[in-house]
């Protein structure tokens, strides 16, 4: 039995497995409001995570705003101090990734301690409380459903 023989399903199993990761790994777009509610939900916890975490850290990680980017501008099903909540937290999130970025690229310690995210931590609180209500009361139930593991993600590692 020749290696050459085999090549070409080779080859297909590893293009298969390549591009399974890529799909796994892509954000799909929310179609409908708990989706988008949900997503940002997730967004604002795992902020507030960062918040908690950068505490005890003087290295900061960006804060995410990816769901933000992508649906601030379709919450028109949220009442509109939710909104103002969501839109201020996470323009202030913008301005502390920001930072990050120029702290980053001086290198320098004396720019990381006028970082502070703490001023995050109240309207994370108050974005995740909001967002959870919204959902309690449109959809039943106010955490996220499970993520179920994909084929391949023994492999390359959950979602």
């Known amino acids: 039995m020749d290696f050459t023989e085999n090549l070409p399903l080779l080859l297909g199993v590893i293009a298969f497995i390549i591009l399974q990761f890529f799909l796994s790994r892509r954000h799909k777009l929310e179609r409908t409001s708990p989706e988008i509610a949900r997503s ?58 920001q930072q990050i970025d120029i702290a980053k690229k001086r290198g320098s310690t004396s720019y990381i301690y006028d970082i502070n995210p703490s001023k995050l931590e109240k309207p994370f609180a108050n974005s995740k409380e909001g967002l959870e209500e919204w959902l309690e009361a449109n959809t039943g139930r106010k955490d996220l459903p499970p993520k179920y593991p994909g084929i391949l993600d023994g492999l390359f590692g959950g979602r």
């Open 40 to 97: 940002l939900l997730s967004e604002v916890k795992q902020n507030l995570s960062l918040v908690e975490a950068s505490a005890l850290k003087t290295q900061f990680k960006k804060f995410k705003n990816a769901s933000w980017k992508r649906n601030g501008n379709r919450l028109d099903f949220l009442d509109e101090s939710l909104r103002t909540t969501l839109s201020d937290t996470f323009n202030m999130v913008e301005e502390f990734n």
